[in-house]
């Protein structure tokens, strides 16, 4: 009876432990990217009539929150003083990128959407534009998933869901950049 007694305390245990396992809330996971990436921006580059490089150089810093099926449903990305600069052969202009916060709903697969959201105060050409500031908000489709397991996302079917606070238009911006950049 004794020893009845012993198992039936274990298996009790055992599911006891099952079951708080199964109903453990959604759990978060640091990744710490270094980035030091230098490119030509095609656009500005157009845009201006001269090569436009675009740097960003700093620790990015991603939360993944995970559901119970281990799918992300959160990110959070901070860029920890991370540098963006824009430069050409006659000048520059650095700004600190902004962060960003991702809902991928019940959770990211291939297929799905992605809410995106940019807080705060954006790119700045010194003396030749106000920065973005308010909130940012567009929708894109996640298209797959990096080495580190996060999400990648495609923008280009995507929709303005809040624009609020001062963003410049796309025409601005590239007048700005070009002007800040020209050397004149």
Aim: aromatic share 8%; proline share 3%.
């Amino acid at each position: 009876m004794l020893r009845h007694a012993i198992v039936l305390v274990g298996v009790v245990l055992v599911a006891a432990l099952g079951a708080e396992a199964g109903a453990a809330g959604p759990r978060a996971e640091q990744v710490h990217i270094a980035i030091n990436d230098v490119f030509v921006n095609e656009f500005f580059s157009d845009a201006c009539g001269f090569e436009v490089t675009v740097s960003l150089v700093g620790d990015l810093q991603v939360t993944l929150i995970r559901n119970q099926e281990g799918l992300v449903v959160r990110e959070i990305d901070r860029l920890g003083g991370a540098k963006v600069t824009f430069s050409s052969e006659n000048g520059s202009f650095s700004f600190i990128a902004a962060p960003s916060q991702w809902d991928y709903g019940s959770g990211a697969v291939v297929g799905s959407t992605a809410i995106v959201s940019f807080p705060g105060l954006e790119g700045h050409a010194p003396g030749f534009i106000d920065s973005d500031a308010g909130l940012f908000r567009v929708t894109a489709t996640v298209d797959g998933f990096d080495e580190f397991g996060i999400p990648t996302v495609d923008f280009d079917s995507g929709e303005i869901l809040l624009d609020a606070g001062n963003h410049n238009t796309e025409e601005e911006v590239a007048s700005a950049v070009c002007s800040a950049l020209s050397g004149d």
